[in-house]
């Protein structure tokens, strides 16, 4: 089994873009600047960033070495704060503070940035949280506030200040007080760059790199408030900060923290700004660097590597030089068995012809189904391997477990597919004829009869490669495959586990559109054309648990109508496993008039009037009596 934790053990042939990385970092020309690591959910981002701290730091003590300061924090841990900006100035400060080498050289100045990112903090939180003590502090001599609050209070007495401060008007008080005085905000921003660069220059440094990962596990605000953090107090000169992000989560954060919907779809056409998004994510990322999806050598050169790891202990040095001197003369070609032959005993070449060359051979499948997800690839192995043991467990005779690895491609990749074929061989005692009739057609690449006898959804380009793949699934007794995976017919594996975070947040989003046009633009912008096949199928499904949950939400039904209405491919079959799920005495037969609308558009969508139930309202409403 295979630990799902980020590293600088480089089994992806990544350091190259960590050296890519490290190279801008020593730039001293392009400084200051913010550079955005970004790729999907799984890809390898965190394991990107760890080798650039390791290549900045290595040999270095408390993350310093030549001259060169790396400071590495987690965004997630900023979630708790109410205040995600002060979290962060705060962390970064007390690095310096709490350093072995430069914490005494800065002392002065940490202990006055400290003091200012209090009272920005008073700023921006519930004043009645801290304004009482802060006031207390103030009056006693025990604290310091920013120039404009002194300049206010020294117009009254501290007794009467102390009044204001303690009674029921204290937060209108203060905020009036604040309301006199905005332009200070610049001022305020100003002096604690002046200062946060004065301390790093006192520090002797020669550059400070912060490395901030998970940015995209925060929710909306607190990452918008990081970024802003960064651009707006930080970025000074000598510095350089390196964002690990999924984009997609970034962009809508930016979507959600400003509503831009508004201004991208303004009803006057000389205020719309479709570039809205674009133009605050390039303001606040100078350089975003797009990580690439493995390709399919990549991708077996990995599950080598993986299996290498799982098998041969601590030889599993030898192996990863051995890839590192590989990668040097051959970049593009996969690092197999082969290369291994010499440094593996002969027990451990055994194990792995055993397990590399099966999975191996599956690759570009695995590439194609699993999008070429490091993180995917890796749980996929994980599930795998446990099945293999319990296929050892149970005894089972005559267990190919090559098919059990076809399959789980097929359930990772297109769960709805997987499932179809459940049922199919359920009704036939494990022998599907209808995969008899599809691998033959896929073999003489009918697409158009497929789709005629089937649907669009076994027809499309992944879905013929695995039907062509080895081995084949024609008249094999696929019960005992499926009674393996038992455990994820009902909730599969690219479930609860793997769904990405943007696609819960997208499934959410579409429930609770609130009106038609919110829910247009919605599938507009962000769906059609924006998610790949995988993320498709994972949103249908999570719709089709919600609605065979919830039938009775007239929400969720639009959603599907909606869809159907722009001839999403799919959704015409989805909805209508999940209306065979469900309770049709609840739909709502209001939905009525949302279907005459979306057949107007798609003539397909009749086709469902008649699977209602017969007794239903809904059945009813769509299918008078003539």
């Known amino acids: 089994m295979w630990a799902d934790n980020e590293t600088s053990e480089d089994l992806l042939g990544f350091k190259i873009h960590a050296d890519l990385l490290v190279d801008v970092i020593k730039d001293d020309k392009v400084l200051p600047v913010t550079i955005g690591v970004f790729g999907d959910w799984g890809s390898g981002k965190s394991s990107i960033l760890k080798i650039v701290e390791e290549e900045l730091t290595a040999g270095g003590e408390d993350g310093f070495k030549d001259g060169t300061l790396v400071l590495y924090f987690n965004g997630w841990v900023f979630e708790g704060y109410d205040d995600a900006k002060a979290a962060l100035l705060e962390s970064i400060i007390e690095k310096f503070a709490k350093h072995k080498t430069i914490g005494n050289k800065v002392k002065d100045k940490t202990a006055k940035l400290f003091k200012s990112v209090k009272w920005m903090r008073l700023l921006g939180l519930s004043f009645k949280k801290v304004i009482i003590p802060g006031a207390a502090a103030y009056l006693t001599g025990g604290a310091s506030l920013l120039p404009f609050l002194v300049n206010e209070f020294s117009k009254f007495q501290p007794q009467d200040v102390a009044e204001k401060l303690t009674g029921e008007d204290a937060e209108d008080f203060l905020k009036d007080i604040i309301k006199k005085n905005e332009d200070e905000d610049v001022t305020i921003v100003r002096e604690f760059r002046n200062d946060f660069k004065e301390m790093i220059d006192e520090s002797e440094i020669k550059k400070l790199v912060v490395i901030i990962d998970d940015l995209d596990r925060c929710t909306p605000d607190r990452l918008i408030e990081n970024l802003e953090a960064i651009k707006l107090f930080l970025n000074v000169e000598k510095t350089a900060f390196v964002i690990g992000a999924d984009p997609r989560i970034v962009r809508h954060a930016i979507e959600h923290r400003y509503k831009t919907d508004s201004i991208e779809n303004a009803d006057d056409p000389n205020s719309r700004n479709k570039r809205i998004v674009s133009d605050y994510l390039e303001k606040l990322i100078q350089i975003p660097y797009y990580l690439p999806k493995l390709t399919d050598n990549e991708v077996e050169t990995y599950l080598t590597l993986l299996f290498c790891k799982m098998v041969m202990g601590d030889d599993f040095l030898k192996v990863i030089n051995a890839f590192k001197k590989n990668r040097e003369n051959s970049r593009y070609d996969v690092f197999g068995l082969g290369d291994i032959q010499d440094l593996a005993t002969e027990e451990q070449r055994k194990q792995l012809t055993e397990s590399v060359s099966l999975i191996a051979s599956l690759s570009p499948i695995i590439t194609e189904g699993l999008k070429g997800n490091p993180r995917q690839i890796k749980r996929f192995l994980n599930t795998f391997t446990l099945r293999n043991r319990l296929v050892k467990v149970a005894k089972l005779s005559d267990f190919k477990i090559e098919i059990l690895a076809k399959l789980m491609v097929l359930e990772y990749s297109s769960t709805n597919l997987f499932k179809e074929i459940y049922n199919w061989q359920s009704l036939q005692k494990g022998e599907s004829q209808q995969l008899v009739d599809l ?152 939905l009525r008039s949302e279907f005459a609308l979306a057949e107007v558009k798609n003539v397909d969508v009749k086709s469902l009037y008649s699977q209602f139930e017969k007794t239903s309202q809904i059945y009813k409403a769509l299918n008078p009596k003539k």
């Open 439 to 590: 691998e033959k057609l896929a073999v003489e690449e009918k697409t158009d009869e497929i789709k005629k006898q089937f649907s669009s959804d076994w027809a499309s380009e992944k879905v013929m490669k695995w039907l062509n793949a080895e081995p084949k699934l024609a008249n094999v007794d696929l019960r005992d495959y499926y009674w393996i995976s038992r455990d994820q017919l009902s909730t599969t594996i690219s479930g609860a586990s793997l769904i990405p975070p943007h696609i819960r947040s997208l499934t959410k989003k579409l429930i609770d559109h609130g009106s038609g046009s919110i829910l247009t633009n919605i599938i507009t912008q962000e769906v059609i054309g924006k998610l790949n096949t995988s993320e498709f199928e994972t949103l249908l499904s999570l719709l089709e648990k919600e609605l065979s949950k919830f039938s009775e939400n007239d929400s969720i039904h639009k959603v599907f109508i909606e869809m159907m209405a722009k001839n999403i491919q799919g959704v015409i079959e989805s909805y209508g496993r999940a209306i065979a799920k469900t309770d049709n005495s609840k739909i709502p037969f209001s």
